[in-house]
């Protein structure tokens, strides 16, 4: 099974830009969903979005998946230094049983 | 609801001691899952229940990890023997889901920080 990939690996920011995050996998998928974890913590979920979808919207986050290229971008506007952890793209391929996760990207957004 | 409930949060154990870490998904989730994350390996998925059954175990390392769940409210993961190899964080999450669609948005407990001296 293979597993995501992304990158940035990390990015830092000043609070109030904007962080993009992208995911890309290789094979034909169902699902795309956006995790993030901060520090010490287990994940929380995000924002899901479907093989039929282009973009999705959520309070300041937008997701885009463009499935020709085989990859997704988290966008988190007006960023906060509450925003500071990392951000993990998962999937499931259409041929698995399995959700795989990708590497993360660790956000950091100074005050 | 109290999220998915994980014990205990951190184990400190000797190399070939038995450890037995507890789940306790949200109410009403049919799916549940456990995970493993190391620096080296990012988050692995080891095993899958819907509705109590084990649905894939692919991901299980070895024979010395077993996982149960006896009933809807309940799960363990079993590594027998530990090695230091196995000092990782592990997660259980819960879904709802069938088991040929179990992903549906996860609910991650807070782990469990194993560590194999």
């Known amino acids: 099974s293979q597993q995501g990939e992304e990158d940035p690996q990390a990015l830092s920011i000043q609070e109030g830009e904007n962080a993009t995050m992208n995911c890309s996998y290789k094979t034909s998928i169902n699902n795309l969903q956006w995790y993030r974890q901060n520090s010490g913590r287990g994940l929380v979920h995000l924002i899901l979005i479907r093989s039929n979808e282009r973009e999705k919207h959520s309070g300041r986050l937008r997701v885009t998946l463009d499935t020709s290229k085989k990859s997704s971008s988290l966008l988190i506007t007006a960023s906060r230094a509450a925003d500071t952890a990392s951000y993990f793209c998962a999937f499931k391929e259409t041929s698995g049983s399995r959700l795989t996760f990708g590497e993360g990207t660790q956000l950091t957004v100074n005050p | 609801d109290a999220g998915v409930i994980q014990s205990p949060r951190h184990e400190v154990t000797e190399m070939g001691q038995e450890v037995t870490l507890r789940c306790k998904p949200i109410s009403g989730h049919n799916s549940l899952f456990w995970y493993r994350q190391t620096m080296m390996r990012g988050l692995e998925l080891l095993i899958y229940?819907?509705?109590?059954?084990?649905?894939?175990d692919s991901g299980m390392p070895e024979d010395r990890f077993s996982a149960k769940m006896p009933n809807a409210s309940f799960s363990t993961l079993k590594i027998q023997p530990s090695e230091p190899r196995d000092s990782a964080v592990y997660f259980c999450a819960s879904s709802t889901g069938t088991a040929l669609a179990p992903y549906n948005e996860q609910f991650f407990g807070p782990g469990t920080r194993l560590t194999v001296l």
């Open positions: 229940f819907n509705n109590n059954v084990p649905i894939d």
